[in-house]
């Protein structure tokens, strides 16, 4: 069954690592910072994504992005075999705009995934920004933009999360040649209730 495949990128320190292992429950909250080396790719499922209004479950290849832009010659390998992109920032300025929308032009434009394969996770831990601009620029017009606190919002995070995979499955299975679409319904698990 060929998983998910979902990257996670954005500034340097921007919260992309513990979003992704919050999500993963791959460890504790809070810890100790340690820089991405290149790229960390966590695997886990998720259940009761719903797809054409059914329940199913589907296995997540989720892979932590290094900010780090020495890193920039692993963002080939990284795009292969993409099905969708989660942005992280934690303080809206001018450089982390720029990273982002270049980013974006790389992993989203270049692909041509679209905006609906994409969300933008807000980080904001200790709550510095009661209320974020549904839009950064004008490149993210189209794309979900979501704050997110893993701390107090761990479940709301989790809930947009699976909202986001939702539809980034669903998008798959619809766009898809008929032949396509089989391979893709043999590789999601549904689940009866």
């Known amino acids: 069954m060929q998983p998910l495949?979902?990257?996670v990128v954005g500034p340097v320190r921007s919260g992309k690592t513990t979003i992704s292992n919050f999500l993963a429950d791959?460890?504790?909250i809070p810890y100790d910072y340690h820089p991405t080396q290149g790229v960390r790719i966590?695997?886990?499922e998720i259940q009761n994504v719903i797809v054409n209004n059914?329940?199913?479950?589907k296995d997540i290849e989720l892979w932590d992005c290094s900010g780090d832009h020495k890193f920039e010659n692993c963002w080939p390998a990284i795009r292969k075999n993409l099905h969708?992109?989660?942005f992280v920032y934690s303080e809206k300025s001018n450089e982390c705009l720029?990273?982002?929308?270049?980013?974006?032009?790389y992993f989203i434009n270049q692909t041509k995934l679209g905006p609906e394969r994409c969300v933008i996770f807000c980080?904001?831990?200790e709550k510095k920004n009661p209320e974020i601009s549904k839009i950064i620029s004008s490149t993210f017009a189209k794309v979900s933009h979501v704050k997110c606190n893993v701390e107090s919002g761990g479940n709301k995070l989790k809930s947009d999360f699976s909202s986001f995979v939702s539809t980034v499955v669903t998008k798959m299975y619809n766009y898809t040649d008929p032949q396509e679409k089989d391979i893709l319904s043999d590789n999601i698990l549904f689940v009866k209730y």
């Open 26 to 28: 791959a460890t504790e």
């Open 54 to 57: 059914k329940h199913v479950t």
């Open 123 to 125: 980080y904001d831990p």
């Open 84 to 86: 969708g992109v989660i």
């Open 98 to 105: 720029k990273e982002l929308q270049q980013l974006y032009d």
């Open 5 to 7: 495949k979902l990257i």
């Open 42 to 44: 966590l695997e886990f």
